[in-house]
């Protein structure tokens, strides 16, 4: 059994069934010529091969990642351009998907999860948007100007683990005069994202607890007036990554970041927190809370209250 690395791009028409539904000709003809002129050209441009069609979609197969996402992004804005001169009523969106992984070769068809999971990711997808695996991500955020962002780990049909998966940012543009990919500034704004909670038991049931606790602390501080707080979906996806905080300040738009570990033995817990200027990268604040099990709220509103 032969098989390969490679970048598989999934695209799905948006509520293909209606469309076909109120106008069966119309559709199937606009879909064959938007195949014939943008999809399929498009795809040969950035050395890609389309393996499979289906009745409202494909899946084509790239060398390179950085190829697959330059594609995506090109065909979606190829799509707002075509659905520009049509009514309304007649105009289809696509979603799309990539992944990057081992797949089976079988004569000129391709198989494995690394076509499941595209096929996934492009269901997460927003429509006419493009969604990538992580391992996409970060092949490709140094070397394109567009920006990643992160949709957290998502579980979906038949595949066990979580998919951390990202959206791309059609509309950005991050790249220096040279045309060369750059950093976004951290902002100056008050905005706070709450990582995990690390859990320093030996007994792996306290994940629950800790994560829990980081919850309800994204939870309180939210009441704050005047202070952004990232949602529990998007600060999650760096569970249990050795990332720097820097990097996951830009990822998700914030100057501030809480991290902590929480330690459980018998009726009692410790919590240590600690809260980063990422922009800086300085600590602001850092403490150590113990106190009984039973007054883990009051822990967490005095871990808030600082």
């Known amino acids: 059994m032969e098989r390969k690395l490679?970048?598989?791009?999934?695209?799905d028409v948006v509520a293909y069934s209606a469309l076909m539904e109120a106008d069966e000709?119309?559709?199937?003809?606009r879909l064959r010529a938007s195949r014939k002129e943008l999809f399929q050209p498009e795809i040969s441009k950035h050395h890609g091969r389309i393996f499979k069609l289906m009745g409202d979609g494909l899946l084509a197969e790239f060398g390179s990642a950085v190829d697959a996402v330059e594609c995506a992004v090109t065909l979606q804005r190829g799509m707002v351009e075509r659905n520009a001169s049509v009514p309304e009523s007649e105009r289809f969106e696509v979603r799309l998907g990539i992944n990057l992984g081992?797949?089976?070769v079988e004569g000129d068809d391709r198989y494995g999860e690394g076509v499941n999971v595209a096929a996934r990711l492009q269901q997460l997808a927003d429509p006419g948007g493009v969604c990538v695996s992580e391992k996409v991500s970060k092949e490709v955020e140094k070397?394109?100007?567009?920006?990643?962002?992160?949709m957290g780990g998502q579980r979906v049909k038949n595949i066990a683990e979580p998919i951390y998966c990202y959206r791309v940012n059609l509309q950005s543009v991050r790249a220096s005069s040279a045309g060369r990919p750059v950093s976004l500034e951290l902002p100056d704004r008050a905005a706070v994202a709450v990582l995990p909670f690390a859990n320093m038991s030996s007994d792996p049931e306290q994940?629950?607890?800790a994560e829990g606790l980081a919850e309800d602390l994204i939870t309180d501080l939210a009441k704050v007036p005047g202070l952004l707080v990232i949602a529990r979906n998007s600060s999650f996806v760096y569970k249990g990554r050795s990332?720097?905080?820097?990097?996951i300040a830009r990822d998700l738009g914030v100057r501030y970041v809480v991290e902590g570990s929480v330690q459980k033995a018998a009726a009692r817990v410790r919590i240590n927190a600690q809260l980063i200027d990422a922009r800086e990268n300085t600590h602001i604040w850092a403490d150590r809370f113990d106190g009984e099990l039973a007054d883990v709220f009051a822990l967490q509103d005095e871990v808030v209250g600082k």
Not at 25 to 29: D, H, K, R
Not at 143 to 150: G, H, N, Q, R, T
Not at 243 to 247: F, I
């Open 143 to 150: 070397k394109l100007a567009f920006e990643f962002e992160p």
């Open 6 to 11: 490679a970048a598989i791009l999934a695209a």
């Open 102 to 104: 081992e797949v089976i």
């Open 207 to 209: 994940e629950f607890f």
């Open 25 to 29: 000709g119309g559709t199937f003809e």
């Open 243 to 247: 990332v720097d905080v820097r990097s």
